[in-house]
C-alpha cells in the first residue's frame, strides 16, 4: 500500500497527498431511473476515487497497516450498496489540522475526525456517523477511584462518550503529584504548574481541549499558562517520553495505557508494567466519540452516496475483519450523526476560545 503524507492546507493541495483525482468532475457516471442508493436497477454507479484520511491519534505506522484491508474492503461494501468504486486510498495525516485542511479544501473524501477536529472544519466537513465504543470499568471524574480500580478494562455497554485523563509517570515529580493525589489531597495550580507536561495540537479533544476545560475547572487557568509543556505529535510520543521520564504529566484517552501496555514494558523500556507505574490525577468531563465525515468540497459526494458510506461502514463494523480495522481507533461500531450531536464540543472549543483571546 502506497504511503501519503500531508502537512497542512498547501501541501495537501500539492503532490504529498495526490488527492485531487477525484476532484475533476469527470469521476462519477450516473443512469436515469434510479433506486434508494442512486443507482439505476441493474447498473452501477462508477467512482474513479475514494480517499479516506485519518488522524494521526496513534503511531502513523501502526495506522498504516491496520487499515490497509479496509480500502479492498470498502470497496467490496460500497458495490451491495450501488458504487462501483475503482480504487480507495488511504492517507494519514501529519496533524489533525491538516486532514481537516484537505477536507475543507476538497481534496479528501472521507475523514476519520475527533470531534474537536471535526467542528474546527465544519465549514468543510459534514459529519455522517459517530462511533461507539465499550464502556470502561472506571467513569467517575474522581482520579482515586481510577487508581484504585487497575486496571482501566472495557465492559459490554456500548457508549458514544469518552474521557480525557492527566496520567502522572514515574518520575520524581509525577510520582510526588501521584502520592498526593492518592493520599486524597487536591493538587493546588503549583503543583501542576511545576510539573513537565505533554499534550497533542490545540483540536486534540483529549490531547487538548478537555485538559484545558480541567484546568479551567480546577484553577481558572489553561495549558497555555504552564510553565513546561511541549506538544506530542502522537500519543505514543507522550508514553515514550513519560516512560523515559522526560515528562511527568501527559493527557491522554481514558483507555490509552491498555494500549502502550506492552510497548511500556518493551520498546519503551520500563521493568514495570505501565500500571504500577502510572496514576490518574485528572479526569475530565465526557467527549463525544470520534466521527466519520465526508467533505462538503468532495465533487464525488452527494445524499445518495453519503447514505451509501453511512451504512457500508456500519456494516463494516459488524465484521470480525472490520473490528479488527477500527479498533487502531478504539471504535467499535457506528451510529448515524448529525452536526448537532457535536453541539456540546462547539462549546467547549468557545471556552477554549475565550481562555486563549
Known amino acids: 500500500m502506497s504511503k501519503k503524507w500531508f502537512k497542512g492546507l498547501g501541501i495537501a493541495l500539492t503532490s504529498v497527498l495526490v488527492l485531487g483525482a477525484c476532484g475533476n468532475g469527470d469521476d462519477t457516471t450516473e443512469d436515469t431511473g434510479t433506486d434508494d442508493n442512486g443507482a439505476a436497477e441493474g447498473d452501477m454507479i462508477e467512482i474513479d476515487e475514494l480517499t479516506v484520511g485519518f488522524v494521526p491519534s496513534r503511531d502513523p505506522e ?149 485538559p484545558t476545560i480541567w484546568l479551567q475547572e480546577n484553577f481558572d487557568q489553561s495549558l497555555t499558562d504552564l510553565n513546561q509543556i511541549v506538544q506530542a505529535d502522537s500519543y505514543a510520543t507522550s508514553f515514550v517520553r513519560l516512560a523515559a521520564e522526560e515528562i511527568d504529566l501527559a493527557v491522554v484517552y481514558a483507555d490509552a495505557r491498555r494500549d502502550y501496555a506492552e510497548l511500556w514494558e518493551g520498546d519503551y523500556g520500563r521493568d514495570g508494567d505501565i500500571w504500577e507505574e502510572t496514576d490518574v490525577v485528572g479526569v475530565t468531563p465526557g467527549i463525544y466519540n470520534d466521527t466519520i465525515s465526508v467533505s462538503q468540497f468532495s465533487d464525488i459526494m452527494d445524499d445518495d452516496f453519503k447514505n451509501a458510506l453511512q451504512q457500508a461502514f456500519i456494516d463494516i463494523a459488524q465484521t470480525d475483519e472490520g473490528r479488527e480495522i477500527i479498533d487502531i481507533y478504539s471504535h467499535e461500531g457506528y451510529e448515524p450523526a448529525t452536526s448537532e450531536d457535536y453541539d456540546v464540543e462547539r462549546e467547549a472549543q468557545q471556552i477554549l476560545r475565550d481562555l486563549t483571546d
Open 62 to 210: 501502526d495506522i498504516y497497516v491496520a487499515t490497509g484491508p479496509l480500502e479492498q474492503i470498502l470497496i467490496d461494501e460500497l458495490a451491495e450498496h450501488g458504487y462501483d468504486v475503482n480504487e480507495v486510498e488511504i492517507s494519514v495525516g501529519t496533524s489533525y489540522e491538516a486532514v481537516g485542511e484537505a477536507m475543507s479544501a476538497g481534496t479528501l473524501d472521507v475523514g476519520f475526525l475527533p470531534g474537536g477536529t471535526y467542528v474546527l472544519y465544519d465549514d468543510g466537513a459534514e459529519v455522517i456517523l459517530t462511533s461507539t465504543r465499550a464502556g470502561l470499568n472506571n467513569d467517575s471524574e474522581d482520579p482515586v477511584e481510577w487508581n484504585e480500580n487497575k486496571p482501566t478494562e472495557p465492559t459490554d455497554e456500548q457508549v458514544t462518550y469518552y474521557r480525557s485523563i492527566l496520567i502522572a509517570g514515574p518520575s520524581e515529580k509525577g510520582r510526588e503529584l501521584a502520592d498526593k493525589v492518592n493520599s486524597g489531597e487536591e493538587l493546588t495550580w503549583e503543583d501542576v504548574n511545576s510539573a513537565s507536561w505533554s499534550v497533542m495540537n490545540s483540536s486534540s479533544s483529549a490531547g487538548y481541549i478537555y
